[in-house]
């Protein structure tokens, strides 16, 4: 029998013949297709600017390295999210402080948030990185009001969310990483979440100093503009230490095509997600939907009272469940560099009963018959 995963790329004759034609054109890295994927991204979300870069993970490291951050400050983030939401801080040498998530949604709780805010003195932290967990959009228009109130600084980590979308108070749909209420988007092409390319990221803003700062962070802090007329053509100055995190173009081609799916693969994960949530109402707890709300649909998530039992018993039938996350906080690296003692006991709770079930537009309808049939099997006894 065919095995089952959690999640899976997709790709099909136009990604692979817009990589061959890459492979035989003048540019491998830092070409065309790069700058073509930055501005249809751009325009895809909502953003003013996008920055390609070679992981998520170092798009984070950007983010914060852009936003300032220094040795010794604080930032805010969910323990329920991958490592790399909270590694990015440690990089440059900041202090991770976990706040609860909200028991429904998963998300990291505004309430949760606001409360180790107002427990500490003024400036204490710097900055807030919610994550749109399982592809479910947070409330950014929320979270910007509080930032406001402290002065800090947000990066959304919509890693799992590209086509996702909220609605802020006005009833305005508020897409994923469209840098209206967060100051910078994050978004990964790791194979499992939407957009293949490998490895890739993309960051969004709407600020021209944040844009310009992430596009010279990338390249090692090198910049040309403007100087050829002075000194020469092949004049370029280093103005501060940075990275070389570029995404290359035979991976910004493969970006391209991908991205024209993304939407018809939302689509269908909300397919897939409405058939789970049909056979398993009143029966098998899942994430809730707030109104107004398109969760993008990375994971599909539910809990359960035995969950390593339905793991084990899912995967005799082939079907390889995953559980995200172990929460970060509890993790050997930060349990002995751990700040604060805020009670993080819902996402403790969650991690016990959690697991993600398949989610890829490519699942067809009898595969999610046999997971769900077997879900409840074991729900049932
Ligand atoms: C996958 C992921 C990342 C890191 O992405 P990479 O592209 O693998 O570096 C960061 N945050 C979240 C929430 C993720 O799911």
Not at 24 to 37: C, I, N, R, S
Request: hydrophobic share 35%; glycine share 8%.
């Amino acid at each position: 029998m065919k095995a089952i995963p959690y999640g899976r790329q997709h790709i099909d004759q136009t990604d692979i013949d817009a990589v061959v034609s890459t492979l035989q054109a003048d540019f491998l890295t830092q070409g065309p297709k790069v700058q073509e994927f930055e501005n249809k991204f751009a325009d895809y979300v909502g953003s003013k600017y996008a920055v390609a870069v070679n992981n998520a993970t170092s798009g984070l490291h950007l983010a914060v390295l852009a936003l300032g951050l220094k040795e010794g400050e604080r930032v805010i983030t969910t323990p329920i999210t991958f490592a790399a939401s909270a590694n990015c801080v440690r990089y440059a040498g900041g202090e991770v402080w976990f706040a609860d998530i909200d028991p429904d949604t998963y998300l990291l709780s505004i309430e949760s948030t606001k409360k180790l805010i107002n427990s500490k003195p003024k400036g204490f932290f710097k900055g807030i990185i919610p994550v749109d967990f399982a592809g479910l959009p947070v409330n950014l228009e929320a979270f910007r009001d509080l930032a406001n109130e402290h002065d800090l600084w947000i990066i959304e980590d919509a890693c799992h969310a590209p086509g996702g979308y909220f609605s802020d108070s006005k009833g305005v749909k508020q897409m994923c990483g469209n840098g209206n209420y967060a100051d910078i988007g994050i978004f990964s092409f790791h194979p499992v979440k939407h957009i293949a390319c490998g490895e890739g990221g993309m960051i969004t803003t709407n600020s021209e100093k944040l844009y310009k700062r992430l596009s010279s962070l990338r390249t090692h802090g090198i910049t040309k503009e403007d100087m050829a007329e002075n000194h020469g053509g092949w004049f370029y100055e280093m103005q501060e230490l940075g990275y070389n995190y570029r995404l290359t173009d035979i991976q910004s081609a493969l970006g391209i095509t991908q991205l024209t799916k993304n939407k018809a693969g939302v689509a269908r994960r909300n397919d897939i997600a409405n058939n789970y949530k049909q056979a398993f109402n009143g029966k098998v707890k899942f994430q809730s939907l707030p109104d107004g709300n398109l969760n993008a649909h990375h994971l599909f998530v539910v809990e359960v009272d035995d969950r390593k039992g339905l793991y084990d018993f899912l995967r005799t039938h082939h079907i390889y469940a995953q559980i995200h996350y172990i929460p970060v906080h509890t993790l050997p690296y930060y349990k002995e560099i751990g700040y604060g003692s805020t009670d993080l006991s819902k996402s403790e709770n969650y991690y016990s009963r959690c697991i993600s079930l398949p989610m890829y537009p490519t699942l067809s309808n009898e595969e999610q018959g046999f997971v769900i049939e077997k879900v409840l099997k074991f729900v049932n006894g």
